[in-house]
């Protein structure tokens, strides 16, 4: 039978392992030595550890996709129901004229523009990292919160210029 020699890399000793072995014991210290990857002796019990947190990983991965699209799915919801609620509120202030129905539109209205895109950002899984010494958020909320802005604003304001044009063509 075949043998392959390694160095126990906890003591320094020779361990035999049979080809087909995956596990040598070191006759000196005791510790179970098998080959990683790249066909170097490790400990089991680190091998194990590694394997162990690369299944973690993997799980935090799948975790935060889930949330992301949950995220994502809740803001289309709420950034639709805007648009159309800011829509069919300017199109009654167009075709009604009433003060109070244009109160109730502006103050709609600035309440998406503004605090929806807020409470989105404040939704938003962002995940922490370890860059160099320090815990870092990415991506940072403020990005999170200038790219919504850019999002909500300019269709709000497309919206309302809709509801214009038609309560206009209406009459
Ligand atoms: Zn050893």
Redesign the pocket.
């Given at each position: 039978m075949n043998t392959v020699e390694l160095e126990?890399p906890?003591?320094g000793?020779g361990v035999a392992l049979a080809e087909r072995e995956h596990i040598g014991v070191?006759p000196?210290?005791g510790?179970k030595v098998c080959l990683d990857n790249a066909g170097n002796a490790v400990l089991l019990q680190k091998l194990e550890k590694e394997i162990e947190q690369r299944d973690m990983i993997g799980q935090n991965e799948e975790a935060h996709k889930k949330r992301l699209k949950n995220w994502y799915k809740w803001a289309y919801i709420i950034i639709g129901s805007d648009l159309i609620l800011s829509f069919l509120g300017w199109y009654l202030t167009g075709t009604d004229r009433s003060v109070a129905v244009g109160s109730v539109s502006m103050l709609m209205s600035l309440f998406f523009a503004v605090i929806i895109p807020i409470f989105l950002m404040a939704a938003y899984p962002c995940r922490e990292v370890m860059k160099g010494k320090e815990i870092t958020r990415t991506p940072k909320r403020s990005a999170v919160l200038l790219k919504l802005y850019g999002i909500e604003v300019p269709f709000l304001i497309t919206s309302v210029l809709a509801a214009y044009i038609v309560a206009k063509a209406v009459g």
């Open positions: 126990c906890n003591c000793a070191c000196y210290c510790s």
